[in-house]
Structures are given as structure tokens and as C-alpha cells.
């Protein structure tokens, strides 16, 4: 099993930045695919970034520019730098690895609230 946990999220102002960070622990061999999402209230989730086992990239257009998808792979732990945040950025934050067996993990979320 593989266990994922979020944090860095919070309450931020239009036009600030946070960092959120995804450590993995357990069973990580073969993780090739790790991945941010989000979830606004009355919506689906949608991808945010992924980042794959070469670091090639992939953004939502809404965050492109904004928002930078990084990995540490000494600490197991993925980075999603957010930038210029706006209040459509609100939303549950929640990472998702994926292995070569086709499994995938999620953390629970943590909360985003861009707000003045």
C-alpha cells in the first residue's frame, strides 16, 4: 500500500502564492505518475498538473503560468507551487499517484481558499 498525504494549504489573498506538498510513504517502487487535482464545491475534480518519471509536465490551461508541478525523489514528496492564485482557485487540493500496475493513490485533500 501506498499512503499519501497532503499539506500548505490555506487562506491566501488574490494575487499571493502557496505551496503544496505531497509526501508518499509505504510501498512506492514502481510509481511512475504523480499528479494534482482539485475539487470546487458543486463540482467534479479536475487535473491541476502531473508531472512523469522523465519530469515531463502537463497543466490545465486555467493554470498555466501560474503554477509550477515539482518532485523531490530523496524525500518522496511533490511539490505544486502556486502563483498569482485567484478566487476560482478555491478548492480541495488532492495528489494522486499512479504505479506501472495501473493502481493509483490519493491523499484526503487539503483546503485552498483564495479570498480576500
Known amino acids: 500500500q501506498v499512503q499519501v498525504m497532503e499539506s500548505g494549504g490555506g487562506l491566501v489573498q488574490p494575487g499571493g502564492s502557496l505551496r503544496l506538498s505531497c509526501a508518499a510513504s509505504?510501498?512506492?517502487?514502481?510509481?511512475?505518475?504523480r499528479g494534482w487535482y482539485r475539487q470546487a464545491p458543486g463540482k467534479e475534480r479536475e487535473l491541476v498538473a502531473t508531472i512523469g518519471i522523465l519530469g515531463m509536465t502537463n497543466y490545465a490551461d486555467s493554470v498555466k503560468g501560474r503554477f509550477t508541478i515539482s518532485t523531490d525523489s530523496a524525500k518522496n514528496t511533490v511539490y505544486l507551487q502556486m502563483s498569482s492564485l485567484k478566487p476560482e482557485d478555491t478548492a480541495v487540493y488532492y495528489c494522486?499517484?499512479?504505479?506501472?500496475?495501473?493502481?493509483?493513490?490519493w491523499g484526503q485533500g487539503t483546503q485552498v481558499t483564495v479570498s480576500s
Open positions: 509505504g510501498s512506492i517502487f514502481g510509481i511512475n505518475g
Open positions: 494522486k499517484l499512479s504505479n506501472y500496475y495501473g493502481a493509483h493513490y
